[in-house]
Every structure is written in C-alpha cells, then in structure tokens.
C-alpha cells in the first residue's frame, strides 16, 4: 500500500485566493483526519471523518474552512478566502477499524501552505 | 487546553547514549502513543501502551506510564544519528481523537 497520499506537497498562494488540499487515506481505513500543525500551536486536530461521515469539526478555526468526503478514498479540506495566518503544514491521517487491537493513526506526507 | 506537555522541549545527546522524554497529560486516558517526525515529513507511530499498562518494550524503545500522576516516558537505549527527529506523546480517552503533546525535538550526534 501506498500509505497515506497528500496533494499538492507544497502551496504557495496570495492571500485571498482559494485553497483545496486533497488526501487519499490508506484503502479500508474507515477514519479519515486533518489537522494543522504549526510552530505556535503545534499540531492540532481540525476534524475527522469516520465512514465519510464528519463526526467533529470542532477544530475549525473559522467558516473559511471546509471539508468533504464524498467517498472512502478521497477528501478536500479547503480555504476560501485564505489568509496569512493560515500558513502551516497540513496533514492528513488515517486509521482502520475501532476496537481493532491498535488504534494507530496512518500520516500523509503533509502540505505546506505558505499564504502570502 | 487537553494539549500534553514534553518535557525537555529540546535535547542533545552523543550516540551510543540513551534519551529520556517526558510527557504529562491532563484527563484520564484510554491509551497513550508515541510519534516520530522526521523534519518535513508525517508523523509515525511509533508504540501505544494502555491505560492498565505500566511498561512496554519494542526495540530500543521502552515506554512506562502512570496513570496516578498522568505522565508516561519514553527511553530510547543505544540512540542513533537516525534517532533525530521530534517525539510526540498522543492520548485517547472514549472519543477517536488523539490529543498530542508539544513534542520533544531529539538531536543526536555521530
């Protein structure tokens, strides 16, 4: 398997422009997860799918942000209009089934978004 | 925050010695894990020891916990250049989120 796939690698945009990152999670993981991580705030959880489903997006920061899934082995986070602020590094993981005997998460490679 | 804190933020050692990372967490838990990162690359799970879990081994790794003061420790024996990454403790607790700690950035010299 080709684990967790993430694109683009890299994004460098103008501030205001939209922003969709993609991930393709591992084949039969049923959880699917974005989250940002930066130097400030380290790595926080924006919100998780599970079977394609958003069960908490909490961690949103704000209406600029979205995410779908629309089936098991594609999802989008996007920002629309992005700022500065947003700059980071994106990851997406995965994880198959709960009460399996691990609960691992499966990272991608990341995004770096850089918004000027 | 739920956010757990490492402890040393940073450290530096030669190879051949051992590394010891601290990480404390706030609520009850059903699991505590331990990542690597690689600069610029995903995080990789590294060991998860349960909550009734006291200590786990795999390789060079040797994790404990205690439930009572809401800490766990990681112990790298023997460490390598390769070593070099940041660490990060990750804690679960009836909910399928992790909530991960500040990290510990691991520098070791050849």
């Known amino acids: 398997d080709a684990g967790v796939i993430q694109s683009p690698r890299h994004e460098v945009t103008e501030m205001g422009q939209e922003v969709t990152l993609r991930c393709k999670p591992i084949?039969?993981?049923?959880?699917l997860f974005w989250y940002r991580q930066t130097m400030m705030r380290g790595l926080e959880l924006l919100i998780y799918f599970n079977n394609n489903v958003p069960i908490d997006d909490s961690g949103m920061p704000e209406d600029r942000f979205s995410a779908k899934m629309p089936n098991a082995s594609f999802s989008t986070l996007k920002i629309q209009p992005s700022e500065p602020r947003d700059s980071a590094v994106y990851f997406c993981?995965?994880?198959?089934?709960?009460?399996?005997?691990?609960?691992?998460?499966?990272f991608g490679p990341g995004t770096r978004l850089t918004v000027l | 925050s739920q956010q757990g804190e490492e402890d040393p933020q940073a450290l530096s050692i030669q190879e051949g010695e051992n590394a010891t990372m601290n990480c404390s967490y706030k609520t009850s838990i059903n699991n505590l894990q331990w990542y690597r990162q690689n600069s610029g690359r995903g995080l990789v799970h590294l060991i998860l020891?349960?909550?009734?879990?006291r200590e786990k081994h795999s390789g060079r790794l040797r994790v404990t916990l205690d439930t009572s003061k809401k800490s766990s420790s990681l112990l790298i024996t023997a460490s390598r250049a390769a070593d070099t990454a940041s660490y990060f403790c990750a804690t679960d607790f009836n909910t399928d989120k992790l909530i991960f700690g500040t990290g510990t950035r691991l520098q070791v010299f050849p």
């Open positions: 020891i349960r909550s009734n879990e």
């Open positions: 084949s039969g993981h049923d959880y």
């Open positions: 993981a995965s994880r198959g089934l709960a009460g399996g005997p691990h609960n691992e998460q499966f």
